[in-house]
C-alpha cells in the first residue's frame, strides 16, 4: 500500500526529472534520455505536477505531505544490516593508509555502486602521516641509576578475543616527533592535570617552574593538541597523557566494574590520537594534496616539537605513586587508588637516585589515503549538493569511532538505492563522501575541500557530518543556525531509540535535555570543531550538521566515552555494552536518511534563514553579560553599529521568511531557483576570504570555533582570539591589536549590513 | 514598420516577464503585478515564446534573429544629444569631492529616473583625495644664488574662451607629499627619460649616481606612479615630469601647429594625474570606505614618499637647455627645440651658482565621492547583472577623460528608457554605474566592488567600461577573453564611424589592424589596468571589456592623446578637432546598447568559452617563444604538467560549446540556468582568494597585469611578477623565491585542471 502510493508520487518526479535531465548538456545525456525529449507541454505538466509535489515537502507541510515516504524510509532501515555492516568494518584493524583501509575503501565504493549510485570512486591524497615504530615501540622508563626498574606498556593486555589483532598499531600520539628525554636524577615529572591554560597559570601561581621538565597530564577537557602546545608554551620538554579513572572508570576497576565486563576502560587502555593543530596535510597548508601538488618541507610544516606519549591508568600509577612535591589542588586529584597526585617533580625518598625518560621513535611518510565518493545525481538541479559525510580511518578497531557512523552510512546508501529501484530520483544530487585519514587532523575532508572550494561555495547545499554515530545513548545534534530547524524537524519523524515506539527521537532529545538544563525547548547549538564538518562548514563557508548519540555527560561528568581511541574500542563492546540491538545506528540513519531526501527534494530550500540573525544577536547578548562589550566600546565605540547591524538583519530575515509564504505554487522554476540561490548566499557573506585575523585556514567570521579550544563552538571568533591575553598587551603591541579588533569590527559590521541586504532586493547590489 | 515588429517581437517578453516577475517574493512585487498571476498553462505558453524568442538570440543566431531591435537601437541614438551631453558635462571643471561633481552626479541621477530605470541613486564613499593648495601653489624655482631667476608655470595659459575657468585646478600629482627639495649649489637635475626600469639600469651602466638627486623625466611609455616608484628605489630625492613635444606636439610648435588651431598641445599645458599605485581608497585597503569602516592612518597608506610636480614643455626647456653633463642615448631624445637633452646634473658654466628648487604643498583630506547607480531591472533573471561603468571625475573639463564617455552614458540610458516605454524589458537586469573619484585611482568603482564582492562573484555576468570613449579616431577593445567574440561580433551590427555607412565598425576595426600589424583577423586583446574595468576584471573575476576611440598610436607613434589630463581637454578640442559631428561618440553608444542588450536579453549566456584556454595556450606559447619556460623548468620541473593542464582545458572547451549547440529550444527553464551558471562559475576558479604572491588586490591568476607595468596587459602575472629581478637573488632569497614559482606554478595547474573539471560534469564533484 505505501508502496503503492510512493510510487504514485515519485512516479512523476522520475518522469519530469528523466526529461530535464536528458537535456543537460546534450553530450553528457546518454542518447536513450535524449531520445525521450517530449514536446514544452507535456514538459510542462509534468513539471508543475512536480513542482506540486515539490511544494508539498516545504517546511510547513513537511508532516502531512512527506508521511509516506517518511514511513517506507523508517520501515527499510534494518538494524541486522547495520550490525552485519559493523562486524565487517571492525574485524581487524584499519589505520589511515593501510592494506585494511584500502581493502575497505574498496568495499565502500562497492556497496554504492551495488546500491545503484550514478558514481562511486576512490579519490587519493598524498598525505604526511605519523606511525610509531613496530620494532622499537614508544617507552617511558624509569632508571634506579643502576638498571632499568620499569618499562611502560605500548598495547593493550589481551580481554576479549575481540581485542587482540597483531597488526594494532601500537600506543602513540600522531606528529609526535621522535625524541628522548630524561629529568634529572632525583627528579621525576609535574603533574599538569589536564594541561590547560588555567593550569599552567594556577602552576605559575603556586610557583612551579614547568621549563625543562617533562609533564604528565589527564587526558580530557580540551583538545590533546592543546595540551601539547600549551606545554611546549610554558617550556615542557616532554608530556606524558594518560587516562585516569575519574575520566574512564568512575565505576571502579575491579575486573567486575570494567570491560569486558562493563564499557568502562581497563587499566591498559591508552588512548592514541593526533597531536596537530591544523587540518589537512601538514604539507599543503591551503591547498590539495594531489598526486604532484607542491609541498613544503617537513621542517616547514606547523607539527609539535616535543615527544608526547600516552600511557593507561596502571603504568600512571607507577610514576605518579612515586612523586612527592607540593600538594595538587583538590580539584585536580584524579580516580587512581592509592595515590596522592602530588605535583612533583622530587621523588620520594626511596627513589632519589632514579630518572624517568620518555622515548618515542614516531616516523612521518607520505602515504597514499583514499576517500571515496558517491554520488546520485539530481534530476532537476544535478548542480545542487547535499552531502553526507563520515570518515573510514581508525585508531584501532574502531567500532564507534568512525564505524558505527559507516555502518549507517552503507545502510542508508542501501536504502537510497532501493528507494531509486522503485522509481524515486531526488532533485539536487546528493554525495555521500566516506573520509580517509580523519584522524590525523581531517586531511581526507580538508584536502578534498580545499580542492573543490569553488563549486562547493557556489553549489553546496548543506554537509551533514555522522562520524561516531554510537558512543553512548545521548542525542546530540550541532549545526549552522539556518540547517537547526530542519535537524529539529527531522528528529519528530524518527522513532526513538529506546524502545518505547511512541516517542519520537525528538521526544527523548527534549526529555534529557529538559532533565539535564531544566529547559522546555531545546537551545540551538552550533559547531565546534573536531570532524570532517569543520572544512565545510569554516573554510567553504556550507551550512553544515553534525549529530551523534554520546555518552551521558551530565550523569557521569565525563568528555568522551571510555574505551574512545583504545584498543577496547571493539564490534564487542558496540554489541554488548553500547548498541545491544542497534536501535541507535537505526535512528543515525534514519535521521540521515530524512535530512538528506527533506533537502534533496524540498522545491524550495527548507532553510531557516531567521536563525542566523537571532544566533548572532545571542552571541552578542552573551558578550553584554559577561561584559565583554563594554570592553569592546572602550576600543572602539563603533562596536554598538555592530549590534545595530544584527538587529536590522534579524527584522528583514523575518520579513523574507514571511514572503515566502506568499508565494504561488505556481511560481516560475526560474525564480525558485533564484530565490534559493539567495538564500544559499546567504552564509558566504560571512566567509572572509583571506580567513580570520591570523587564521587562513579558519574562514567564517561569526561561526567558528575559537582558537584557543578548537572542540568548543564559539560565535565571533575573531573577536575571542583578539581578545585573548589582550591585557598582557601594551606599547605598540597593545595598539596594534587594538587596531586588529576595530578592523574587525568594522569588517563584521559591513558584512552583517550586507546579509540584510542580500535579503532585501535581488536586482540592486 | 520596424517599431511594429519591435513591439511584435518584445511583446512576448513583456507578458511573460511581466507574469514571472509578479512571483518574485511577494512582498517586494508591488499588489497589481502579483494580482496579473496567471495559471500555470498561459505562464508556460508565455514562457516558451519567451524562450523561443531568446534562442534567436543566441550568438550564432543574432544576425538574423536580432536584426531589427539593432536596427532599431541603431537609428535611436542622436549624435545631436551626444553633443548636448557632452557640451553640459564639460562646461565646468568637475574635479572629484567638488560642487560641481555632485551636480553632475544628480543630473545623472536624473537622467536615469527619467529614462525610467527602476532604481537610480547616489551612493557615497568617504575617501582620502589628493589637493593643491589653491592659494600656494606648487612650483619649481631656480634660485642663481642672489635671486630667484624663474619660476613654473601652475596653469594653462588661456588660449579659447572653452579653456579658462577660475575653478580650474593648479598643476599637481595626486598624493604627492607636500615637501621642498634643492639641488646642491652648481648641480642641476638628472633627465630619466621616462623613469622606466630600463632607464634607470641604462643610467648605472653609463655610471650615473641617482642617489640624493632630483630627477626630471618624461610622461609616456608606463604609469606615472610607476615612474616615481622606480625613482623613489633608485634613491630620487624628487621628481619632475614633463610632457615631450615628441609625444604630444608631433607637427611641430608653432601657434598654427597647437591647440587651439590643431589638437597638439600647447607648451604650457601640463598633465595632471594620480601617483598612487594601489586601487581604491588609501586608507581602507581591501575593503569598502563607507561612513563608519575602520581607516588606517595616511602614515600607514601606501602613498609616494618624495615630492613629484608636471609641468609643460616651455617650463621643461628652461630648465633643460641649463643642463650639461653626459649626452643621453639617441632615442631618449626629445622635440624640445634648441635643447640637447644632456642628462645633467652639471648646469652649464654660466649658471654654476644655481640651484633648482622643488616645491609641493599638496594636502590628503577625506571628502564624500560620489558613485551614481541606476537599475533596469531584469524580469526574468533580475539577479544576474550586465553593468556598464564609465567615471564622471575630471582633473578639469575632461572631455574626452571622462566626459565623453558619460555622454554616452546618458544617451544609452535615454536609448534604452525608449525601449521600455514601448515595452521592452531585459531578461537579466543591466546595471549603469557613473564612478566617482576614477582618477585618483579607481576610488569608487574599487570601494563599491569591495562591498559587493560576494554578490557579483555570484551574479556578475558582464562588467562593460567606457571611459574615455573619444579622444581619437581608432576604435580598441580589450577584454576577458571570453567576452572577446561578443566584442568582435557586435562591432559588426555598428556603423563605421568615417561617414562610409556601408562599412561596419568591425570592418573599419579590422581595416586598421590590417594597415598597422599585417594581419587579417584581429587579434584578441587582454585588459590592462588604468580604469573602473580593473576590480570587476582582477578582484572579483566578473568577465569585463574596456573599449574606446583613441589615438592614432600606429602613424604618430605616441602613447595617448596630446591634450590628456590637461587644461585644452576642453569641449572646442573635441567638437573642433576629435569628434566633429560626433560620430565617434554614436559609435561609442550603440556599441555599448547592442553588447548590454545582447548579454541581457539571450537565454543563454553568449560567453566564448574556448577563448580562456587558448588565450592561456598562447601566453605560455609565448613564453616558450622568450625561452621562459626553460627558465620556469630548470626550477620546477612539474611545469610541464600546466601545459598539459591547458591542453586538456581547451579540449574540454571545444566539448563543451559543441555541446551547447546541441540543446533543444524547449529545455527546461531550470536547466537552462544551470548551464548559464556552469559557465559564469568559470571565470572564478581562477581568482585566488588571498591574490597573487605578495598582491592582496589583484586576484586573477591568468588575466592581469603584472606588478611593474599596471597599463600593461600580461597573463600568468604571477609567474612574471615572481621572476622580476630574480637573478639578482641569491641563497636563502633565491630559495625563497624559487619555492614561491613551484607553490605558484602548482596553483596554477591545480585551477587549470578545475576549469577543466567544471565543464565536465555537473553532478559531480
Same mark, same amino acid.
Given at each position: 500500500?505505501?508502496?503503492?502510493?510512493?510510487?504514485?508520487?515519485?512516479?512523476?518526479?522520475?518522469?519530469?526529472?528523466?526529461?530535464?535531465?536528458?537535456?543537460?548538456?546534450?553530450?553528457?545525456?546518454? #542518447?536513450?534520455?535524449? &531520445? =525521450?525529449? %517530449? $514536446?514544452?507541454? @507535456? !514538459?510542462? /505538466?509534468?513539471?508543475?505536477? +512536480?513542482? *506540486?509535489?515539490?511544494?508539498?515537502?516545504?517546511?510547513?507541510?513537511?508532516?502531512?505531505?512527506?508521511?509516506?515516504?517518511?514511513?517506507?524510509?523508517?520501515?527499510?532501515?534494518?538494524?541486522?544490516?547495520?550490525?552485519?555492516?559493523?562486524?565487517?568494518?571492525?574485524?581487524?584493524?584499519?589505520?589511515?593508509?593501510?592494506?585494511?583501509?584500502?581493502?575497505?575503501?574498496?568495499?565502500?565504493?562497492?556497496?554504492?555502486?551495488?546500491?545503484?549510485?550514478?558514481?562511486?570512486?576512490?579519490?587519493?591524497?598524498?598525505?604526511?602521516? #605519523?606511525?610509531?615504530? &613496530? =620494532?622499537? %615501540? $614508544?617507552?617511558? @622508563? !624509569?632508571? /634506579?641509576?643502576?638498571?632499568? +626498574?620499569? *618499562?611502560?606498556?605500548?598495547?593493550?593486555?589481551?580481554?576479549?578475543?575481540?581485542?587482540?589483532?597483531?597488526?594494532?598499531?601500537?600506543?602513540?600520539?600522531?606528529?609526535?616527533?621522535?625524541?628522548?628525554?630524561?629529568?634529572?636524577?632525583?627528579?621525576?615529572?609535574?603533574?599538569?592535570?589536564?594541561?590547560?591554560?588555567?593550569?599552567?597559570?594556577?602552576?605559575?601561581?603556586?610557583?612551579?617552574?614547568?621549563?625543562?621538565?617533562?609533564?604528565?597530564?589527564?587526558?580530557?577537557?580540551?583538545?590533546?593538541?592543546?595540551?601539547?602546545?600549551?606545554?611546549?608554551?610554558?617550556?615542557?620538554?616532554?608530556?606524558?597523557?594518560? /587516562?585516569?579513572?575519574?575520566?574512564?572508570?568512575?565505576?571502579?576497576?575491579?575486573?567486575?566494574?570494567?570491560?569486558?565486563?562493563?564499557?568502562?576502560?581497563?587499566?591498559?587502555?591508552?588512548?592514541?590520537?593526533?597531536?596537530?593543530?591544523?587540518?589537512?596535510?601538514?604539507?599543503?597548508?591551503?591547498?590539495?594534496?594531489?598526486?604532484?601538488?607542491?609541498?613544503?618541507?617537513?621542517?616547514?610544516?606547523?607539527?609539535?616539537?616535543?615527544?608526547?606519549?600516552?600511557?593507561?591508568?596502571?603504568?600512571?600509577?607507577?610514576?605518579?605513586?612515586?612523586?612527592?612535591?607540593?600538594?595538587?589542588?583538590?580539584?585536580?586529584?584524579?580516580?587512581?587508588?592509592?595515590?596522592?597526585?602530588?605535583?612533583?617533580?622530587?621523588?620520594?625518598?626511596?627513589?632519589?637516585?632514579?630518572?624517568?625518560?620518555?622515548?618515542?621513535?614516531?616516523?612521518?611518510?607520505?602515504?597514499?589515503?583514499?576517500?571515496?565518493?558517491?554520488?546520485?545525481?539530481?534530476?532537476?538541479?544535478?548542480?545542487?549538493?547535499?552531502?553526507?559525510?563520515?570518515?573510514?580511518?581508525?585508531?584501532?578497531?574502531?567500532?564507534?569511532?568512525?564505524?558505527?557512523?559507516?555502518?549507517?552510512?552503507?545502510?542508508?546508501?542501501?536504502?537510497?538505492?532501493?528507494?531509486?529501484?522503485?522509481?524515486?530520483?531526488?532533485?539536487?544530487?546528493?554525495?555521500?563522501?566516506?573520509?580517509?585519514?580523519?584522524?590525523?587532523?581531517?586531511?581526507?575532508?580538508?584536502?578534498?575541500?580545499?580542492?573543490?572550494?569553488?563549486?562547493?561555495?557556489?553549489?553546496?547545499?548543506?554537509?551533514?557530518?555522522?562520524?561516531?554515530?554510537?558512543?553512548?545513548?545521548?542525542?546530540?545534534?550541532?549545526?549552522?543556525?539556518?540547517?537547526?530547524?530542519?535537524?529539529?524537524?527531522?528528529?519528530?519523524?524518527?522513532?526513538?531509540?529506546?524502545?518505547?515506539?511512541?516517542?519520537?527521537?525528538?521526544?527523548?532529545?527534549?526529555?534529557?535535555?529538559?532533565?539535564?538544563?531544566?529547559?522546555?525547548?531545546?537551545?540551538?547549538?552550533?559547531?565546534?570543531?573536531?570532524?570532517?564538518?569543520?572544512?565545510?562548514?569554516?573554510?567553504?563557508?556550507?551550512?553544515?550538521?553534525?549529530?551523534?548519540?554520546?555518552?551521558?555527560?551530565?550523569?557521569?561528568?565525563?568528555?568522551?566515552?571510555?574505551?574512545?581511541?583504545?584498543?577496547?574500542?571493539?564490534?564487542?563492546?558496540?554489541?554488548?555494552?553500547?548498541?545491544?540491538?542497534?536501535?541507535?545506528?537505526?535512528?543515525?540513519?534514519?535521521?540521515?536518511?530524512?535530512?538528506?531526501?527533506?533537502?534533496?527534494?524540498?522545491?524550495?530550500?527548507?532553510?531557516?534563514?531567521?536563525?542566523?540573525?537571532?544566533?548572532?544577536?545571542?552571541?552578542?547578548?552573551?558578550?553584554?553579560?559577561?561584559?565583554?562589550?563594554?570592553?569592546?566600546?572602550?576600543?572602539?565605540?563603533?562596536?554598538?553599529?555592530?549590534?545595530?547591524?544584527?538587529?536590522?538583519?534579524?527584522?528583514?530575515?523575518?520579513?523574507?521568511?514571511?514572503?515566502?509564504?506568499?508565494?504561488?505554487?505556481?511560481?516560475?522554476?526560474?525564480?525558485?531557483?533564484?530565490?534559493?540561490?539567495?538564500?544559499?548566499?546567504?552564509?558566504?557573506?560571512?566567509?572572509?576570504?583571506?580567513?580570520?585575523?591570523?587564521?587562513?585556514?579558519?574562514?567564517?567570521?561569526?561561526?567558528?570555533?575559537?582558537?584557543?579550544?578548537?572542540?568548543?563552538?564559539?560565535?565571533?571568533?575573531?573577536?575571542?582570539?583578539?581578545?585573548?591575553?589582550?591585557?598582557?598587551?601594551?606599547?605598540?603591541?597593545?595598539?596594534?591589536?587594538?587596531?586588529?579588533?576595530?578592523?574587525?569590527?568594522?569588517?563584521?559590521?559591513?558584512?552583517?549590513?550586507?546579509?540584510?541586504?542580500?535579503?532585501?532586493?535581488?536586482?540592486?547590489?
Amino acid at each position: 500500500m505505501s508502496n503503492q502510493r510512493m510510487l504514485l508520487t515519485v512516479g512523476a518526479v522520475t518522469m519530469v526529472a528523466g526529461v530535464i535531465i536528458g537535456a543537460i548538456i546534450g553530450h553528457f545525456a546518454t #542518447s536513450s534520455t535524449s &531520445a =525521450t525529449l %517530449p $514536446n514544452k507541454n @507535456s !514538459l510542462t /505538466s509534468q513539471e508543475s505536477e +512536480e513542482l *506540486e509535489l515539490m511544494s508539498q515537502l516545504r517546511r510547513d507541510r513537511w508532516q502531512e505531505g512527506g508521511k509516506e515516504m517518511t514511513r517506507r524510509i523508517n520501515d527499510m532501515v534494518s538494524t541486522d544490516n547495520l550490525r552485519d555492516n559493523l562486524k565487517e568494518l571492525t574485524r581487524r584493524p584499519h589505520l589511515a593508509g593501510t592494506a585494511r583501509d584500502d581493502e575497505l575503501a574498496e568495499m565502500v565504493r562497492d556497496r554504492f555502486t551495488e546500491a545503484g549510485f550514478d558514481t562511486a570512486d576512490l579519490v587519493p591524497y598524498r598525505v604526511l602521516l #605519523s606511525r610509531p615504530n &613496530a =620494532t622499537n %615501540p $614508544n617507552l617511558i @622508563s !624509569l632508571n /634506579s641509576g643502576q638498571n632499568v +626498574e620499569w *618499562e611502560s606498556h605500548y598495547k593493550e593486555k589481551e580481554l576479549h578475543q575481540d581485542d587482540y589483532d597483531e597488526d594494532f598499531v601500537h600506543a602513540f600520539n600522531a606528529y609526535s616527533p621522535a625524541g628522548t628525554v630524561t629529568t634529572t636524577p632525583g627528579e621525576g615529572v609535574i603533574y599538569v592535570n589536564y594541561a590547560r591554560v588555567e593550569d599552567y597559570e594556577e602552576l605559575d601561581k603556586m610557583g612551579v617552574n614547568i621549563s625543562g621538565h617533562i609533564v604528565i597530564c589527564r587526558y580530557g577537557k580540551i583538545y590533546r593538541g592543546n595540551k601539547i602546545q600549551n606545554s611546549e608554551r610554558w617550556g615542557a620538554t616532554g608530556v606524558i597523557i594518560f /587516562s585516569d579513572p575519574k575520566d574512564v572508570a568512575v565505576e571502579g576497576q575491579t575486573p567486575q566494574e570494567i570491560y569486558p565486563n562493563t564499557w568502562w576502560l581497563p587499566g591498559s587502555g591508552m588512548q592514541r590520537g593526533t597531536t596537530y593543530m591544523g587540518d589537512g596535510d601538514p604539507l599543503t597548508p591551503g591547498w590539495p594534496s594531489t598526486e604532484n601538488a607542491y609541498r613544503i618541507s617537513k621542517e616547514e610544516a606547523d607539527l609539535p616539537k616535543i615527544p608526547c606519549q600516552p600511557i593507561g591508568y596502571d603504568d600512571a600509577k607507577v610514576i605518579l605513586e612515586k612523586l612527592e612535591g607540593p600538594a595538587a589542588p583538590s580539584d585536580w586529584i584524579g580516580g587512581i587508588e592509592n595515590v596522592a597526585y602530588t605535583l612533583g617533580p622530587e621523588w620520594k625518598p626511596e627513589y632519589s637516585t632514579w630518572t624517568l625518560t620518555l622515548s618515542t621513535h614516531n616516523t612521518e611518510n607520505i602515504y597514499r589515503s583514499y576517500n571515496v565518493i558517491g554520488t546520485i545525481k539530481g534530476e532537476v538541479e544535478p548542480d545542487r549538493y547535499i552531502i553526507l559525510g563520515n570518515h573510514r580511518d581508525a585508531w584501532g578497531y574502531g567500532a564507534s569511532d568512525p564505524s558505527s557512523g559507516t555502518a549507517q552510512m552503507l545502510e542508508s546508501a542501501r536504502v537510497f538505492g532501493e528507494l531509486m529501484k522503485e522509481g524515486w530520483r531526488p532533485r539536487r544530487t546528493i554525495v555521500f563522501c566516506n573520509w580517509g585519514a580523519e584522524e590525523y587532523g581531517l586531511l581526507g575532508s580538508q584536502e578534498w575541500v580545499e580542492e573543490h572550494t569553488n563549486k562547493l561555495q557556489a553549489r553546496g547545499v548543506a554537509y551533514v557530518n555522522v562520524d561516531t554515530c554510537a558512543s553512548g545513548p545521548i542525542f546530540r545534534g550541532r549545526s549552522s543556525p539556518i540547517l537547526w530547524d530542519i535537524l529539529e524537524e527531522m528528529t519528530k519523524v524518527v522513532p526513538g531509540t529506546k524502545g518505547q515506539d511512541n516517542l519520537s527521537l525528538h521526544d527523548e532529545w527534549s526529555a534529557y535535555t529538559k532533565w539535564k538544563s531544566g529547559v522546555d525547548s531545546i537551545p540551538l547549538a552550533t559547531l565546534g570543531a573536531g570532524s570532517d564538518h569543520a572544512p565545510f562548514a569554516f573554510f567553504a563557508g556550507v551550512p553544515s550538521m553534525d549529530y551523534a548519540f554520546k555518552v551521558d555527560s551530565h550523569k557521569w561528568n565525563i568528555s568522551t566515552y571510555p574505551a574512545y581511541h583504545t584498543g577496547y574500542e571493539t564490534f564487542y563492546m558496540v554489541d554488548k555494552h553500547i548498541d545491544p540491538g542497534f536501535k541507535i545506528h537505526q535512528g543515525c540513519s534514519r535521521l540521515a536518511l530524512h535530512i538528506l531526501r527533506y533537502l534533496a527534494d524540498s522545491s524550495m530550500l527548507p532553510y531557516s534563514i531567521e536563525q542566523m540573525p537571532k544566533t548572532m544577536a545571542k552571541a552578542l547578548k552573551d558578550l553584554k553579560i559577561e561584559g565583554i562589550d563594554s570592553k569592546l566600546i572602550n576600543i572602539y565605540d563603533k562596536y554598538v553599529l555592530l549590534e545595530e547591524a544584527v538587529d536590522n538583519f534579524t527584522v528583514e530575515a523575518i520579513n523574507f521568511e514571511k514572503s515566502l509564504q506568499d508565494i504561488s505554487p505556481n511560481i516560475s522554476p526560474v525564480t525558485l531557483r533564484a530565490i534559493n540561490d539567495q538564500m544559499m548566499q546567504l552564509e558566504q557573506i560571512f566567509i572572509m576570504p583571506s580567513g580570520l585575523p591570523g587564521r587562513p585556514m579558519t574562514r567564517h567570521a561569526v561561526f567558528a570555533p575559537s582558537q584557543f579550544d578548537t572542540y568548543a563552538a564559539a560565535a565571533f571568533p575573531g573577536i575571542s582570539d583578539l581578545l585573548y591575553l589582550i591585557d598582557e598587551l601594551s606599547g605598540k603591541d597593545l595598539t596594534k591589536r587594538q587596531n586588529e579588533i576595530r578592523r574587525h569590527i568594522s569588517d563584521l559590521t559591513i558584512m552583517t549590513q550586507n546579509a540584510r541586504k542580500l535579503l532585501k532586493e535581488m536586482h540592486i547590489i
